[in-house]
């Protein structure tokens, strides 16, 4: 590990004095993807600033009845606060099938949302090529591993998927990312959060360097109990997604008044199912309706040699999850 | 065995971390090594950038070929013929990807680590081959020769021409890593010309030798310490870069080294078990007979060394079977090295023809244990010898009767449970049971408190608890007054820990040399007219609770006072243990009957193994919770193997992609059902004094197959390619029928 200063930020300000002032720094949320990042040598900034103390770590109501969460709210306490629990329980469920209590108990709110990927050749630095670790050295998962690699969203230049399971429920939830910086606040939209790889795959969002995320909120959901979060893994617990699914429904009788549908790990970001939404919009809650809704979209999919059966298993995911969340199954 | 202990006699100093594993010796000056990896598979080291790496602060050198300390004695020598071949700096090849070529020393670890990390190496790359599926048309006899190249027994073509169903089928399965909690680490310190090197080990005899003939140095100079070693599973049987490193930095630097490896450097430094490939072909008749049995191997190897995991050996007893035969054929990689790993041969082997045997009940259409049932094998066909005990059959019907097997419908996807396909399947289960030379001191002192030593290891499997009840019932003292010692070469000398041998041994040798003292101190107080039992009949003599106590009429005298009157003595016996006549008369194996039921969901192709019965005949099982520990962590294994262990290789680095525990999947709690596993604990006094065969190894063998035929049970699917994960399970759904 390189030598780094670490300082501990008493207000915002503070920490976003020292992101200002000396690029090659890191916010530190819970550590559990930074530390392991900077012991590889894959993260090399010369500053930590540890935000654990700022008071970002609440979870407030909203006054029109959406939900506040604090940057540095931990995973744990997200998952099991009354307030999330009673109203968006899909977030919750995201959550709690996400690392393990131990991870969950550090991993901080907005540290799950920049966590990086877990693409096999960005994650040890013995494999000379990944665009997104080192620029212009090439993608190595193209013609390689990429059995947990992007279906949607990828790039010549980089298939890597976005891991987290939180930020599938918060993008079917519609969260805003809080942001500050210099230039003052700002309020994005999670769809608009993530970058595509494109050309850049080491720029992975619009947050810029100098800002820092102070919450995320989420508007009042229309869904309630209408919502699935499912997740698929090689084992049964503490593994990453294969694929994953967050499904919210709003009913009238039995049409569908409003819907979002999206995917894990399987695009740079969480892969909101436009196509399968606008199809199901209007429509009478059923299996040949979910059915043709998801193939819309599966036909979109770029799946390579070692990720085919991510199409046929990520089909299958959703329609459980839309299923589900209609009430259906 | 009399003493149950609740506990382990090490638990409270394992618990509470008193117990000192490999890198938690703290010396006075301690230097931290950490080595450089290579970044290539194959070729030279041009040139070494250490401009950045020398500016580190709190670095003490950074050692390459050009300034390594010449060894007298490296690679391949004729006392070490059993021991990879290393790095240990002595040349600037590369071998392979991973392989250490360089080690940064500093005053910490993170200095160590950053200098490292700084260390550039340009290289001369030259083509290296590191596609196994490439190379094993390729591939060729290995060196050693022997049964494990060729065996043939009968005439095959004759046999399988009188077979009515013929099952032809290739299973392979991945790289695995050893994975013990703890990582290897070594500390070396040289004091003048005497070196200590606290290294965990599962057979430090093994470590002084390779150490002194590598440095040139007379083994009486050389103590190696390993007390508590948090597990090997056979990949601390051998010595790694790491620790001649060390010891070479120790001495360059004359100050103590430690070098403790992270889990990344454990999956290259050190070894792993090969990929098999393995052509397995079963002819049979319409009554379930098995008339032959073949199966071809192809083992992946590296130049470092050949060694052979025998996945064919394993079919040529199993079953009766007149017509059998394997080969073994290596295909050399220039990848990490290979090297034994729980159960070899076996735990591939059984996967492969348990897998075999379950297709050819299919064929028949008989239930799968029935079939095993009509081949059982009375005696052992390689060799025509009976068994020294046998009791698979009973281990088939009990466990059949635990998991309720006769309610099995025979025919795939025909159970269901809510919205899960419900599949069960079954497995024998086999390993040898070995004994090799091994010995043991036992003290008793004037206080009455024993002294048991022997320099075999606790690798995490009760080591020290079952060799103090082994002493405790021999001489009559309570287990709280024993005191145990491993893992130091100053004791009497032992074999490796492995091949589950070390209670059938080590623990044999414990019980002669506590026979030898107790009789001695016996003869002391029959010959001591101050002692009630002066006189006396030795043979009448028996022990107690410390006490020495003639049958006839009860007269009894404590060992405290026997030997506080001979002028507070202590009283000791060493003796030697080795195979004794059994391996001429008999063929000595233990056998256990798996049984496995798996849920599988029919869209998504989640398995879970929803309960897992084991029953095995391991002879007389001298500490019930241990072994019982031992043989459930293996099956656990197996279930791990049969559906998320493998490391995933990119040929074209000669890396793997998965080499960390995020990645490199072993089972978690969540999948691992309810485990029914038992013994039938009959003591094999053919085999030994003590009537145990040991049972390491035993708990992975089967499992794998069990969870492989209970999925192909399930689903209709059969996966004959490890680990059985969702991706080929879909992509062999939706060319069936979705
Ligand atoms: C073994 C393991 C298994 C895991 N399994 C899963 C899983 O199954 N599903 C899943 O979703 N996740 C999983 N994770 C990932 C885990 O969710 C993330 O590591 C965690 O959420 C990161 O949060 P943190 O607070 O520890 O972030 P840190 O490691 O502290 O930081 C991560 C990044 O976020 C930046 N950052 C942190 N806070 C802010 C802020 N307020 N503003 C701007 N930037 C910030 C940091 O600078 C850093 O770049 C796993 C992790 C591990 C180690
Ligand atoms: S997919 Fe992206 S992260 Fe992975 S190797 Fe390619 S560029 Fe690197």
Redesign the pocket.
């Known amino acids: 590990m390189r030598p780094f200063q670490f300082s501990q930020a008493g207000t915002i300000n503070a920490a976003i004095r020292v992101l200002q002032e000396h690029p090659s720094t890191?916010?530190?949320?819970?550590?559990?993807?930074?530390?392991?990042?900077m012991r590889e040598g894959i993260?090399q900034?010369d500053r930590?600033v540890d935000?654990q103390k700022?008071p970002?770590d609440k979870i407030d109501m909203l006054p029109e009845g959406g939900v506040r969460i604090g940057?540095?709210v931990?995973?744990t306490e997200i998952a099991n606060h009354p307030l999330i629990r009673k109203n968006y329980a899909l977030l919750a469920k995201?959550?709690l099938?996400?690392?393990?209590p131990q991870?969950?108990n550090?991993?901080?709110?907005?540290?799950?949302?920049?966590?990086?990927t877990?693409c096999y050749y960005f994650m040890d630095p013995g494999f000379h090529s990944c665009n997104k670790r080192v620029p212009g050295s090439g993608c190595s998962a193209l013609e390689g591993a990429h059995r947990i690699h992007a279906i949607f969203g990828g790039s010549e230049a980089c298939i890597a998927v976005h891991?987290?399971?939180?930020?599938v429920a918060l993008a079917a939830l519609d969260a805003v990312v809080q942001?500050e910086g210099p230039r003052g606040h700002r309020s994005i939209p999670i769809h608009d959060f993530y970058r595509l790889p494109g050309n850049t795959p080491h720029i992975e969002t619009e947050?810029v360097a100098d800002?820092?995320?102070?919450s995320i909120n989420l508007p009042k959901s229309p869904f309630g109990d209408r919502a699935e979060y499912l997740?698929v893994?090689d084992r049964r617990s503490?593994?990453?997604?294969l694929v994953s699914c967050a499904a919210g429904i709003a009913l009238e009788g039995s049409v569908i008044r409003d819907v979002r549908l999206v995917f894990?790990a399987v695009a740079p970001k969480p892969w909101r199912a436009l196509r399968a939404e606008r199809a199901l919009i209007g429509k009478r809650m059923s299996v040949d309706a979910v059915s043709d809704a998801v193939d819309l979209e599966m036909q979109t999919a770029v799946p390579r040699a070692g990720n085919k059966y991510k199409v046929p298993l990520l089909k299958r995911t959703a329609m459980r999850a839309l299923l589900a969340a209609g009430g259906v199954a | 065995m009399t003493v149950q202990p609740r506990w382990r006699v090490d638990g409270i100093a394992k618990v509470t971390g008193a117990a000192q594993f490999g890198a938690d010796f703290m010396l006075e000056r301690l230097a931290y090594g950490v080595p450089v990896l290579s970044t290539i598979a194959k070729g030279r080291v041009r040139r070494f950038d250490l401009h950045d790496a020398r500016s580190v602060r709190g670095l003490i050198e950074i050692i390459t070929p050009s300034n390594a300390l010449r060894l007298p004695n490296q690679g391949i020598h004729p006392e070490l013929k059993d021991a990879p071949r290393i790095a240990m700096l002595q040349d600037d090849g590369v071998y392979y990807s991973g392989q250490v070529i360089g080690l940064a020393v500093a005053e910490s670890l993170e200095a160590a680590q950053e200098a490292a990390s700084l260390v550039k190496a340009e290289y001369r790359s030259e083509d290296a081959l590191c596609d196994f599926e490439a190379q094993v048309a390729s591939a060729r006899p290995p060196q050693s020769g022997g049964d494990a190249a060729a065996y043939a027994r009968g005439d095959f073509a004759a046999a399988l021409s009188r077979s009515d169903v013929e099952v032809q089928a290739m299973y392979s399965t991945p790289v695995q890593h050893h994975n013990p909690m703890e990582p290897h680490a070594t500390i070396a310190h040289w004091e003048g010309d005497r070196l200590t090197l606290y290294e965990p080990s599962q057979w430090i005899v093994f470590v002084r030798t390779c150490i002194a003939v590598w440095f040139g140095v007379p083994e009486a100079n050389i103590r190696v310490l390993g007390p508590f070693v948090g597990g090997g599973f056979g990949g601390k049987g051998a010595l790694w870069s790491h620790s001649p490193l060390a010891v070479m930095a120790s001495k360059m630097l004359q100050r103590p080294v430690k070098i403790a490896l992270n889990r990344r450097e454990v999956y290259t430094v050190t070894a792993s078990r090969p990929r098999t490939q393995q052509k397995v072909l079963i002819g049979a008749t319409k009554a379930g007979e098995l008339l032959a049995i073949r199966n071809d191997v192809v083992l992946q190897a590296s130049p470092q060394i050949e060694l052979i995991e025998d996945s064919g050996t394993v079919s040529h007893h199993l079953y009766k079977c007149d017509a059998n035969a394997t080969s073994h054929r290596v295909a050399i990689l220039d990848t990490s090295p290979t090297w034994v790993m729980r159960a070899p041969g076996e735990a591939t082997g059984s996967y492969a023809l348990e897998s075999a045997v379950d297709e050819v009940a299919y064929r028949v259409g008989i239930d799968p244990l029935e079939l095993r049932l009509r081949n059982y094998a009375e005696k052992d066909q390689t060799n025509e010898k009976p068994y020294s005990q046998k009791l698979l059959r009973d281990c088939y019907t009990l466990g059949a009767k635990r998991f309720g097997w006769e309610h099995r419908p025979h025919a795939p996807r025909s159970m269901r449970k809510g919205n899960q396909w419900i599949g069960w399947g079954m497995a024998t289960a086999t390993y040898p049971a070995y004994r090799a030379a091994s010995s043991a001191v036992v003290r008793i002192s004037p206080d009455g408190k024993a002294f048991v030593g022997s320099a075999t290891h606790e690798i995490g499997t009760g080591t020290y608890t079952v060799l103090a009840q082994i002493a405790a019932e021999e001489l009559g003292i309570s287990i709280d007054q024993i005191d145990v010692r491993t893992g130091d070469t100053e004791l009497p000398p032992a074999i490796y820990s492995g091949g589950s041998l070390t209670v059938a041994t080590v623990g044999t040798a414990v019980q002669l040399a506590a026979q030898r003292v107790k009789q001695l101190v016996i003869q002391m107080a029959v010959d001591d007219p101050a002692s009630p039992l002066h006189q006396s009949e030795p043979a009448q003599i028996k022990v107690s609770e410390g006490e020495l106590i003639l049958d006839r009429n009860g007269a009894r005298e404590r060992y405290a006072d026997i030997l506080g009157r001979q002028g507070g003595r202590t009283v000791e016996a060493t003796a030697e243990a080795k195979p004794g006549q059994e391996i001429e008369r008999y063929s000595t194996h233990s056998f256990g009957a798996v049984f496995a039921e798996v849920g599988v969901d029919p869209d998504l192709f989640t398995v879970r193994v929803r309960r897992f019965v084991g029953v095995y005949d391991v002879g007389r099982v001298i500490n019930k919770k241990a072994g019982i520990n031992q043989l459930t962590g293996g099956a656990v294994w197996g279930i791990g193997m049969a559906l998320f262990e493998g490391a995933q290789m990119d040929p074209r680095y000669g890396r793997s992609v998965n080499m960390d525990?995020?990645e490199y999947h072993l089972p978690a709690h969540a999948d691992i059902g309810e485990m029914d596993i038992s013994v039938l604990d009959v003591p094999d006094l053919k085999f030994n004094p003590l009537g145990a065969r040991g049972m390491g190894e035993m708990g992975i063998t089967g499992a794998a197959a069990a969870v492989a035929n209970a999925v192909f049970h399930a689903t209709g699917i059969r996966i004959r390619d490890l680990p059985i994960t969702i991706d080929k399970l879909i992509e062999r759904s939706s060319n069936h029928s979705q």
Do not use: H, W, Y
């Open positions: 890191r916010l530190l949320g819970g550590g559990t993807n930074l530390v392991d990042l993260e900034p930590l935000i700022l970002l940057a540095t931990r995973n995201a959550l099938s996400g690392a393990s991870v969950r550090m991993a901080t709110a907005g540290g799950n949302l920049m966590q990086r877990r891991p987290s399971d939180m930020c942001v947050l800002e820092i995320i102070t997740k893994r503490f593994a990453f997604a894990g | 525990l995020s």
